[in-house]
């Protein structure tokens, strides 16, 4: 595939605004298609030809990285395999079985007396991202699902992979029945004056941040347009006195089994303070068999298997495979500490009480609370509809799962 360059150039906040006119106009063109659902097949197959490029691509950026100071995690993101690009496709396809997505599937239409809700598109929605390429893919799919726009906003770190991939997308929209401005990509010339210019735009109505804590902060606080806040790792578990070590170690390994980035990556532990010293040996026993570097804040004595915490160095999201270990009275203490400390997308409890789980699913202000059970999270899961971008802490009827019922907005409907 030739390469050439596909994405949108953005001088200024008034051509930005242009081109969010002319996704939205695409979107309410959208609506009036029917049987386009081959359009997600045709991406799918587009993307699995082009992919030698893509991953040519890719390399060219990572060997842009080793000239640069790009941190470890990021480069993890960057680098992308034949497998996690078929994830992706492969998505594309499942998407394609649900059809067009009128409401969420599973939700039904809250009826009254007097009215009912309808589901729509928000219109136009925006992805600002960094590295992790294959989101433009998961993010387009659906959007087009939902009947959505999108613009896509990636990191320079990943500038010619975002570059091959538009490519794609867009030379195959050109030859169906789709409105060309559905996906519009930002070329990343401008570089941090486009990111600004969109935080500055009132025109969109849905902005997407993804990637670590300070981007998706930046977004939060500088956006003038509604934000859906994205949460990666930080997450934690309560080990109360009844909590058996090996479910322990089997919650927090697997958690931290996503591919590239474990999104309910358990990061801290709250020890209870009844937990026997020989289980939590076991347990940083089998922790630090499977790679894992393990800290404590000085509250716990395990015999040299926790190193000292070093507040300047340690943060969350920051290492991977690194669990920060911490005594506990009781649960109630450990639930303020998660309310207060925790991403708030997912955090967990292991017990072998039923009363501390009933306590600890009624005070967690989690979006995602698991009871004895992995967080580990997965793009593409066997459920179609649960296909999402990632998690958010924002609680309520989606359960802070980012997917297509995130992309859809209810309209109250009052009856004479």
């Not at 599973?106 to 009254?112: A, D, N, V």
């Not at 708030?344 to 005070?363: K, N, P, V, W």
Request: contains cysteine; charged residues 20%.
């Amino acid at each position: 595939m030739e390469s050439s360059d596909v994405m949108l150039c953005v001088q200024s906040l008034s051509e930005l605004d242009v081109a969010i006119a002319h996704g939205r106009s695409a979107a309410q063109s959208l609506r009036q298609l029917t049987h386009w659902e081959k359009t997600l097949h045709d991406l799918a197959d587009a993307l699995d030809h082009a992919q030698d490029d893509v991953l040519e691509a890719n390399t060219l950026d990572l060997e842009a990285c080793l000239d640069m100071a790009v941190p470890e995690r990021i480069i993890d993101w960057l680098k992308l395999n034949p497998e996690r690009l078929c994830a992706a496709t492969t998505s594309l396809r499942r998407l394609a079985h649900l059809g067009v997505v009128v409401q969420p599937p599973g939700i039904h239409p809250m009826m009254s007396a007097t009215g009912r809700e309808q589901w729509e598109p928000l219109g136009v929605v925006a992805l600002v991202y960094e590295a992790l390429p294959e989101l433009a893919i998961f993010a387009t799919g659906m959007c087009l699902l939902t009947g959505n726009s999108l613009i896509l906003k990636g990191g320079n770190e990943a500038s010619q992979t975002n570059q091959a991939i538009a490519q794609v997308l867009y030379e195959t929209i050109a030859n169906s029945p789709l409105p060309e401005d559905i996906i519009q990509a930002i070329s990343t010339s401008e570089g941090e004056p486009t990111r600004r210019w969109l935080m500055q735009s009132t025109a969109i109505d849905l902005i997407i941040p993804y990637g670590r804590a300070s981007l998706v902060q930046q977004v939060q606080r500088e956006a003038l347009s509604p934000v859906l806040p994205t949460a990666i790792s930080n997450c934690h578990l309560y080990w109360a006195a009844s909590g058996d070590e090996h479910i322990v170690a089997q919650v927090i390994t697997e958690s931290h089994r996503g591919v590239p980035d474990p999104v309910n990556g358990i990061e801290t532990v709250l020890v209870d303070a009844h937990i026997s010293t020989p289980s939590l040996l076991e347990l940083l026993r089998v922790l630090r068999e499977a790679g894992f570097v393990c800290h404590q804040d000085g509250s716990l004595d395990a015999a040299g298997y926790l190193e000292a915490i070093n507040p300047q160095t340690w943060s969350p999201g920051k290492t991977p495979k690194t669990v920060h270990f911490r005594q506990v009275p009781d649960l109630k203490t450990a639930v303020v500490v998660i309310n207060q400390q925790s991403s708030g997308h997912a955090d967990c409890l292991i017990t072998e009480s039923y009363r501390d789980s009933q306590d600890f699913i009624q005070t967690v202000r989690s979006a995602n609370t698991y009871i004895n059970a992995s967080p580990r999270f997965n793009r593409s899961p066997a459920q179609i509809s649960q296909i999402a971008l990632g998690m958010s802490a924002q609680r309520g009827l989606y359960g802070g799962r980012v997917g297509l019922s995130s992309l859809l907005a209810t309209k109250a409907v009052h009856l004479a």
